[in-house]
């Protein structure tokens, strides 16, 4: 099974990721890349993509970035993760990218952004994940 399959597979198993329409594009070693298809329910009273659903596509690519080099872990979780708006979220898909800038043994430094399709930025976001290691026996 591929990487790809793989974290599909994985990300089948967190209901909240297909409750929002989340989908893996593309991963490497280290980065990651989600798409979130826009609905009138993820929209604020503006009509723009409200800041939460905005978040969790962050929060799931960088830990997905994370994940990729930690592949036999149980898998991460946020510790930390600041995000900093800068445009609305509008049009029918929104589109995120992370890479990691630090591997940890239990530590992981994540940087992302997320963007309308058309390519516009709507939020960067940088966390710290750690990883779930698997019980020895």
């Known amino acids: 099974m591929?990487?790809?399959?793989?974290?599909?597979?994985?990300?089948?198993?967190?209901?909240?990721i297909a409750h929002l329409g989340m989908l893996t594009e593309a991963l490497g070693e280290g980065t990651a890349r989600l798409s979130l298809q826009v609905?009138?329910?993820?929209?604020?009273?503006?009509?723009?993509?409200?800041?939460?659903?905005?978040?969790?596509?962050?929060?799931?690519?960088?830990?997905?970035?994370?994940?990729?080099?930690?592949p036999d872990s149980m898998g991460v979780v946020t510790i930390d993760m600041s995000t900093s708006f800068i445009g609305g979220g509008s049009g029918d898909r929104l589109l995120a990218e992370a890479r990691v800038l630090r591997d940890g043994r239990s530590m992981i430094f994540v940087e992302g952004e997320a963007k309308n399709a058309d390519g516009s930025l709507v939020a960067k976001a940088i966390a710290t994940v750690r990883v779930r290691l698997k019980e020895k026996n």
């Open 39 to 70: 609905t009138p329910q993820l929209t604020n009273s503006f009509g723009t993509v409200h800041g939460g659903a905005i978040m969790s596509l962050l929060d799931v690519t960088l830990c997905t970035a994370a994940r990729t080099l930690h």
């Open 2 to 16: 591929s990487t790809l399959e793989f974290t599909r597979q994985y990300q089948k198993k967190i209901p909240y």
